[in-house]
């Protein structure tokens, strides 16, 4: 079901402009139908492709069945939280890349917030505007354009100034009622590159006048952003970890993928070393280094290194398991991890011969119903921990499980185009759970391994069939009626 990744939109060259459309909050609901029309108007007048930038998503049941596949045409912008042990990934980037247009949108909201620079860098708004800006990095994106609304509006145009494209918006912004986002909204449309009146009801009228005006913006750019993927997910890449004799791998997953049991059978091997999730900030912020203990022969990997320096703490773990035997040596990592933490990516960027192990589910209805069974019973991987029904009943939320959809599909992409160099295989949950044998000769096969039996230490902690007890199946297969996921729900309900 991951379509995107047979097309991914990171590795995939443009032939005209990319614009960025921040139309709302929430992801297409019927009164912005017109501003989606508009937005297609423009795109094809300017021969241009349209990505609707968004950190929200809306029951798509509110839309009709012709428009609800335009949930497809957006990018739904993961923002990291607050009150991790460091400052958020996103504005540390910023940090690095471009402080001076940083301080700028800091200065803006702190004014409009009455706060200090300091204590504005960590404000939900500020943290939104950098995640945006860091994945129209990643796309690399010419233009911003900002349709209505007053908080998309400025999310858009201050996160375009922080990437340094132009931004195009119009005046006349929605009222907000909160007086900060008023003065925040002021500050933000003295940004834009151009600010036109307001939209007309013909969408062709509209998008001829918003073409008219973003041509001399876009023409007068030096050149386009075209940062890509690498340089808008990874910090500084340090000297790259290489050993003669042993090979590097990763385990890349989305949560209930089976990547446990990937992990286990891999470190069953007398010759590989796998250790867990390295870079989970719950563990790491208590001091807990997920490596199997008695593959640890050397004081130089310790869990203080750990947290003060990751990079060379990692290449440490590698170089003592290959100094003691290991043919092969890596981690399992999860995709919020690698995305609240840009150590992990650089490492990554930086192995030579990095071999990546992309472990998938087919069927995202399934996997969104284990992860919510298995945070309901807080049982994970294995033995003896199952729930005591485990098709009690259960609710998944539309909203919720669209946004899991779609971030899950987008995290494929990013982690994909971020080792878009490195050799990959790829394992399907559906695949390796009923022949394990199998999957066990492509892992050995895959890290030059000599073929042996992988022992599995784990077993499905999910029902064998999941969709019993699902209280609101009905009202998801309705929502994802006109979309790719719809075909989860096999025939619809008359």
Known sequence: MSAHVDDNRFLKPSAGLRIAACV???????????????????????????????????????????ERGRVHQGLLVPVQPAGTERPAADVAHFERVAPRRLETVVDRIADAFGASPGAARDLDVARVVCAYARWMQALGV?????????????????AAHLAGVPAVAFGAATPDPAVAWQRLAAHARGLATTVLSPPDDAPARTATRIAAAVRPAVASTA????????????????????????????????ERTGSTMIQLMLDSHPRAVCGGELFNPRLRSTGMLDWPLRRIRSRTATIGAWREAPAACLDALFDDAARHGARAVGFKLLHDHGWLLDDAASWLL????????????????????????????????????????????VELGVVPSITDFLRTELMEERYEALTS???????????FTVAPEAAAEKLTTFLGLRARRLRVRTRKSGDRQPRVGVTDLDALRDACQGTRWQSLFGTPRS
């Not at 010419?142 to 201050?158: M, N």
């Not at 160099?421 to 695949?431: F, I, K, M, N, V």
């Open 24 to 66: 709302a909050v929430q992801h297409p609901v019927r009164e912005h139908l017109h501003a989606y029309r508009c937005l297609d108007e423009l795109a094809r007048e300017l021969g241009a492709e349209l990505t609707v930038f968004h950190h929200g998503v809306a029951d798509l049941r509110e839309l009709p069945d012709a």
């Open 223 to 254: 050149h386009r952003l075209e940062i890509g993927v690498h340089a808008a997910f990874a910090g500084p890449v340090s000297a790259p970890w290489a050993h003669p004799t042993a090979r590097p791998f990763v385990i890349v997953a989305a």
């Open 421 to 431: 160099g490195a050799r990959r295989l790829r394992l399907d949950y559906e695949d």
């Open 142 to 158: 010419d233009l911003v354009q900002c349709w209505s609304g007053a908080r998309p509006t400025v999310f858009g145009i201050l």
């Open 350 to 393: 930086a192995a030579e011969g990095l071999h990546v192990i992309d472990v998938r589910r087919r069927d995202p209805l399934a996997r969104r119903i284990s992860r919510v069974r298995a945070q309901r019973s807080d049982s994970w991987d294995d033995v003896g921990a199952l729930p005591t029904d485990p098709s009690s009943p």
